[in-house]
């Protein structure tokens, strides 16, 4: 069974940058056929697509993050870590690692954390 950890500071001060790792058991972040996300909801809205690292190689980030935002893997700790710069009260949301299966048809996520609520305040 694979099993996602996120874990950081649950208060972030404003143009501080945030970091945030998820820990993974169950299964090998550099195996073969698996993307590994982060995903947040800020209150009252939808869900949004931050980046995804493959098994190996560099991460994709939404554009709309990307001057600052930043996936990085430790394979040796078996986690993959976001870092979000310059953060302001909009970042402030519940923030999610997730498993991306590449099997089958379509890509699905497969597997989440359970969340961790990040609050940006001075």
């Known amino acids: 069974q694979v099993q996602l950890q996120e874990s950081g500071p649950g208060l972030v001060k404003p143009s501080q940058t945030l970091s945030l790792t998820c820990t993974v058991s169950g299964g090998s972040i550099t195996a073969n056929g698996y993307y590994w996300s982060w995903i947040r909801q800020p209150p009252g809205r939808g869900l949004e697509w931050m980046g995804t690292?493959?098994?190996?190689?560099?991460?994709y980030i939404n554009p709309s993050l990307k001057s600052r935002t930043s996936i990085s893997r430790d394979t040796s700790k078996n986690q993959f870590t976001l870092q979000l710069s310059s953060v302001t009260p909009e970042d402030t949301a519940m923030y999610y690692c997730?498993?991306?299966?590449?099997?089958?048809?379509?890509?699905?996520?497969?597997?989440w954390g359970q969340g961790t609520q990040v609050t940006v305040s001075s």
């Open positions: 997730a498993r991306v299966n590449l099997g089958g048809f379509i890509s699905t996520y497969d597997y």
């Open positions: 690292i493959p098994y190996s190689g560099s991460a």
